[in-house]
Structure formats: structure tokens, C-alpha cells
């Protein structure tokens, strides 16, 4: 599991700052406050193919996908998406096992809505959004918290693959939006 904060916009693991989120970045100077998250999310799901001509489900399972101090703007959400960093290939050798058999289902949903979907190298897809950010008092930030649980499934890869240890990347969009 990697542990990673989203601060003033930028998604960063410790002080290093890895992803613009478009939604922040939007914003014009005058809301300059800083929307921060902690969020706890993995890097890769692991799926030990026994058969080649069945599903696989992924490890860990579920994968538990949590944030805590979610510091949102007034009527705003935390979107959380993802998207495969590529297809992938079998520690073995061998043809690229697409990043679309892969697809995941939600659970255990707190503080907001899961969605189910399918992998895709292209684009992210929408795994959760949290419920709307309400601040009552003067105008300011309010302080979220929730989580979910990912089931992920490696359709059937086929005969072409080798059954084994498959590994594939994952990479997480968090953005604060207007619902």
C-alpha cells in the first residue's frame, strides 16, 4: 500500500510532489487555501493465474482504500479515479496481458459512492466520489473522511499467457470537484 497526501492541488508521496490534479489547478488565486487529503491507496494489484481459461481474482482482496482529514472546499467532493499505467507483462516472458481484463467492483462504501469499472490504459475510470463538502459558518473548508473496498477480476487471459504471478501498475487521480 502506498500512503500518499494530496496538498495544496498536487498529489505527492511524503514531501515529492508526482501529480497535478487538474480540478485544483483551476481554481483562480483568490481561493489559494490549500484542499489537502490523506489517502491510503495500492500501487499494484497482484492476480496468481492457475488457469488461464478462468478469472482470477486480485491480491489483496479486497484491497481497502481509505482517506482521513479530507480538507475539501464548501460544496465540493473528492473524486477518486483510476487507469492501468500500462498493459502488462508476465514475469516469464511472453505476450502483454491487456489492462482491460482487468475490472474491479466496490464495497463497504463510507462517506460517499463506489462504481464499478474496467482498467484502462487510456483513461480513468471513476472508482469513488465522496459526498459534498458543506460548511456551515463563514465560508471556509470542511473535513472529510470515508473509505471502500476494491474486488478486483483478471478476466480469462487465454491460452497466449502463462500461467503465474501477474502484476499490474496502477495509477490513482484524486481531484476536489463541483458535484
Known amino acids: 500500500m502506498s500512503r500518499r ?19 485544483l489547478a483551476r481554481h483562480p488565486p483568490a481561493e489559494a487555501a490549500p484542499e489537502t487529503v490523506v489517502v491510503v491507496l495500492p500501487a499494484a494489484v497482484s492476480f496468481f493465474v492457475t488457469d488461464v481459461n478462468a478469472p482470477t481474482p486480485g491480491l489483496p482482496s ?24 500500462s498493459d502488462f507483462v508476465p514475469a516469464g516472458g511472453g505476450p502483454a496481458i491487456p489492462a482491460s481484463l482487468v475490472s474491479w467492483s466496490v464495497s463497504s462504501v463510507a462517506g460517499g459512492y463506489g ?8 483513461s480513468y475510470g471513476l472508482v469513488y466520489q465522496s ?3 458543506v460548511v456551515h ?10 473509505g471502500f473496498d476494491v474486488a ?26 463541483k458535484p
Open 5 to 23: 497526501r494530496l496538498v495544496g492541488g498536487r498529489l505527492a508521496w511524503g514531501a515529492a510532489a508526482v501529480m497535478l490534479c487538474a480540478g
Open 62 to 85: 479486497p484491497t481497502p482504500v481509505s482517506f482521513q482529514s479530507a480538507t475539501i472546499k464548501n460544496q465540493r467532493a473528492l473524486e477518486i479515479s483510476i487507469r492501468a499505467d
Open 115 to 122: 462504481s464499478d469499472g474496467t482498467l484502462s490504459t487510456t
Open 131 to 133: 459526498v459534498e463538502a
Open 137 to 146: 459558518g463563514p465560508p471556509g473548508s470542511a473535513t472529510l473522511g470515508g
Open 152 to 177: 478486483w477480476t483478471l478476466a480469462a487471459p487465454g491460452a497466449a499467457i502463462r500461467a503465474g504471478a501477474h502484476l499490474v501498475t496502477l495509477r490513482w487521480k484524486l481531484e476536489s470537484i
